[in-house]
């Protein structure tokens, strides 16, 4: 653990690393550094007294992202049996999916 912001009570100590090399959550942090918003310059972690709360957070994303694809899958097949334009049934599907990222939390570092 070094010293780095903590990504939930914005305070700098000793963290776990965010996993920066995530797609998503990587381009998102690149994105806000271009653009100036970000407040921070180097990487960004969990101390240990904000991991059983980022630990809960964690469970709850990978819960709600297999429920959401689930039930992607069970719309799109559902919409193609019932009309089937192969197109459009993906892209509701995809955006189904895509419901998930609301609850969004990035992975630590291994």
């Known amino acids: 653990m070094t010293k780095m912001l903590c990504s ?3 305070k700098t ?6 996993d920066m090399n ?9 994105l806000l ?13 969990v101390c240990a007294g904000c991991m059983q709360a980022y630990a809960k957070l964690y469970r709850v994303y990978q819960a709600k992202s297999a ?3 689930v039930f992607a899958i069970v719309v799109t097949i559902l ?3 019932l009309t089937g334009n192969v197109i459009i049934s993906l892209l509701i599907g995809l955006f189904l999916f895509s419901l998930s ?10």
Do not use: E, Q, W
């Not at 990222?101 to 291994?110: G, R």
């Open 33 to 45: 550094r271009k653009a100036g918003i970000s407040k921070h310059k180097g990487a960004l972690g």
């Open 67 to 69: 429920l959401y694809l």
């Open 8 to 10: 939930l009570c914005k």
């Open 101 to 110: 990222l609301f609850s969004y939390c990035p992975p630590l570092k291994k």
């Open 22 to 30: 995530d797609p998503l959550f990587g381009t998102y942090a690149g």
């Open 13 to 18: 100590k000793n963290a776990a690393a965010l």
């Open 79 to 81: 919409y193609f049996a």
